[in-house]
């Protein structure tokens, strides 16, 4: 399995990359996320990839972040219908913030509106990714429409971390500002939710 490629970026399109790798070329298709984050020509380049091996063909789909290569195999592993070249289309027409925020809302028509991407095919990925993405993705979008001081972003994510653990978003919310109060502006994300955690017990 290639998991990466550390290399120079030696042809870059909107749809797909070519990565020197000591002297190989290797060919990834890419979605226009990743190709928005991509260096200049010539320069070095880390592309996480995934490997898909069929009967009459290896191919490689490349991404710049850990984000998109982990949207791309939820879709492609969780969602019936749903094959690499559909996962791509996705991840090029909504950022995976967007995503997610667009699957915990049930929003059909945002997701209906990418390219390959019907009304009943939208309904079927809210539907088999609802529990996966859950209150964690609402949470994340909504804060991601407004920009954070670095204070409300360890708010955040300390929020964020609570919800992944099973909390309620109100009540993490609510949580972490109160041991915010008790430990002070100094404490860490760490710090908030162990001590949510530890009240909560």
């Known amino acids: 399995m290639i998991t990466f490629l550390h290399g120079k970026l030696v042809e870059a399109l909107p749809t797909q990359v070519t990565v020197e790798v000591h002297g190989v070329g290797y060919e990834s298709l890419i979605p226009l996320s990743s190709y928005d984050k991509l260096p200049a020509r010539g320069e070095e380049v880390k592309l996480l990839t995934h490997l898909v091996v069929r009967e009459d063909a290896h191919t490689l789909y490349g991404f710049m972040t850990g984000e998109e290569r982990d949207l791309f195999r939820l879709l492609i592993h969780t969602v019936s219908g749903i094959g690499p070249k559909t996962a791509l289309n996705i991840l090029s027409g909504m950022n995976v913030v967007a995503f997610r925020g667009a699957i915990a809302g049930g929003d059909v028509k945002a997701l209906a509106q990418i390219s390959g991407v019907g009304r009943k095919t939208a309904e079927r990925i809210i539907v088999e990714l609802k529990d996966k993405i859950g209150a964690a993705g609402a949470w994340e979008a909504a804060s991601a429409e407004r920009t954070l001081s670095r204070a409300d972003q360890k708010i955040n994510d300390a929020v964020l971390a609570l ?27 760490e710090d908030l939710v162990r001590a949510c955690l530890k009240k909560g017990a």
């Open 163 to 189: 919800i992944a653990l099973g909390f309620k978003q109100v009540e993490a919310h609510e949580a972490v500002r109160q041991a915010e109060a008790v430990l002070g502006a100094e404490a860490t994300v």
